[in-house]
């Protein structure tokens, strides 16, 4: 994870971490299909992004189909 990254989950409160964090095991486990999670057009190829309230997590999966996050933000701050 990029510093940013770090940074971002730092500033969060323990709930919205936990949040976050069942997400992305949710994601790790079926990253192409979920009802928050979406392709996004225009990026790349297998680039997805996962809704969890108003934060969005941006990802790309790869090969052996694990997941590398390469931006996470509010809403109105990632797109």
Same mark, same amino acid.
């Given at each position: =994870?990029t510093d940013?990254? *770090? &940074? ?6 323990l709930?919205? &971490?936990? /949040?976050l964090? %069942? *997400?992305? %095991?949710?994601? /790790?486990k079926?990253?192409?299909a ?5 392709? =996004?057009s225009g +990026?790349?190829?297998?680039?997805? /992004?996962l809704?969890v309230?108003?934060i /969005?997590?941006?990802y790309i999966?790869?090969? @052996? ?5 390469? @931006?996470?933000? +509010?809403?109105?701050?990632?797109y």
């Open positions: =994870m940013k990254i *770090k &940074k971002f989950f730092a500033a969060l409160d709930r919205t &971490k936990a /949040r964090d %069942e *997400k992305i %095991e949710l994601a /790790r079926n990253p192409f979920g009802k928050n999670i979406k392709k =996004m +990026y790349g190829k297998n680039v997805f /992004r809704r309230g108003g /969005r997590i941006i999966v790869l090969a @052996d189909r694990s997941l590398q996050i390469v @931006d996470v933000d +509010y809403r109105g701050n990632i």
